[in-house]
C-alpha cells in the first residue's frame, strides 16, 4: 500500500515562527498537495506539485511556501506563522497521468499561539 | 469553476436506519466524482468515484451513490447504518489544473449515528 507519511501529529508554534510540515510518500508518485481543512469549510488547496520543483498555487496559498526538492518529499512552509493560520493540515499524493488515486496522510494539527 | 456543495453540516441517524448524504456540483465537462469519509484522527479513505457509465456506483462498505446529471447531484446512501459510520464524509469533483489531477471538495456532513 502507497504510505503518505506527515512527519509530526501535533504541533504547537509561536507567532512569527517559520514553521515546516513535512510530508514523504513512498510509492513514486507525481503529484503531491497540501490541504488546510477547517470545521465548517472543509478541505482547501493550498499548492500542489506535479514534479520535482514544480509548484502550483491552489485556493489559499497566501501565507505558505511549498518546497519538492526530491520526488518523495513535500513540504508546507509557514514563513512566519500566525494564529489564524492554527488548523488541521492533510499531505496527499496521487500517481497523475490522469490517475486521481489519491492517497491521504493521517494529519498535522499546527496549534500557533 | 468547479465547486461542490454538502447542503447539510449534521446529520444523526439511529443504528439501522436508512442514510442519504447530499452532493451537488457545478463543473462544466461531464465530472469525476468522488465520497470520501473521514473517522477521527485519520486521513481520508475513497468510499467511491464515478467516472463514466453506470450512474450507480457500488464502494466499499455497503456505500452507494447516483449520478444525476440532471439535478447535478452524487448523492451518498447506505440501507442500514452501523455504529462504525459515524465520521465526516466529504464529496468532491476533480478536475485537472496545470499539470496534476485536482480534487474539489465539500465542506462536509458530520454523520451521528445513535443506538
Known amino acids: 500500500d502507497v504510505k503518505v507519511t506527515q512527519s509530526s501529529r501535533y504541533l504547537v508554534k509561536r507567532t512569527g515562527e517559520k514553521v515546516f510540515l513535512e510530508c514523504v510518500q513512498d510509492?513514486?508518485?507525481?503529484?503531491m498537495f497540501w490541504y488546510r481543512q477547517d470545521p465548517g469549510l472543509g478541505l482547501r488547496l493550498i499548492y500542489f506539485?506535479?514534479?520535482?520543483?514544480?509548484?502550483e498555487k491552489g485556493d489559499i496559498p497566501e501565507g505558505y511556501s511549498v518546497s519538492r526538492e526530491k520526488k518523495e518529499r513535500f513540504s508546507l512552509i509557514l514563513e512566519s506563522a500566525s494564529t489564524n493560520q492554527t488548523s488541521m493540515y492533510l499531505c496527499a499524493s496521487s500517481p497523475g497521468q490522469g490517475d486521481y488515486g489519491y492517497t491521504f496522510g493521517s494529519g498535522t494539527r499546527l496549534t500557533v499561539v | 469553476a468547479q465547486s461542490v456543495t454538502q447542503p447539510d453540516i449534521h446529520i444523526t441517524v439511529s443504528e439501522g436506519a436508512s442514510l442519504e448524504l447530499r452532493c451537488n456540483y457545478s463543473?462544466?465537462?461531464?465530472?469525476?466524482l468522488f465520497w470520501y469519509v473521514q473517522s477521527p484522527g485519520q486521513g481520508l479513505q475513497l468510499l467511491l468515484k464515478?467516472?463514466?457509465?453506470?450512474?450507480l456506483v457500488q464502494g466499499i462498505k455497503g456505500f452507494e451513490a447516483e449520478f444525476k446529471r440532471s439535478q447535478s447531484s452524487f448523492n451518498l446512501r447506505k440501507p442500514s447504518v452501523h455504529w462504525s459510520d459515524a465520521a465526516e464524509y466529504f464529496c468532491?469533483?476533480?478536475?485537472?489544473?496545470?499539470?496534476?489531477?485536482?480534487?474539489?471538495f465539500g465542506t462536509g456532513t458530520r454523520l451521528t449515528v445513535i443506538p
Open positions: 468532491a469533483v476533480g478536475a485537472y489544473q496545470t499539470g496534476a489531477n485536482n480534487l474539489f
Open positions: 463543473y462544466g465537462a461531464t465530472p469525476y
Open positions: 506539485s506535479y514534479d520535482v520543483k514544480m509548484k
Open positions: 464515478y467516472f463514466s457509465g453506470d450512474t
Open positions: 510509492m513514486d508518485h507525481e503529484n
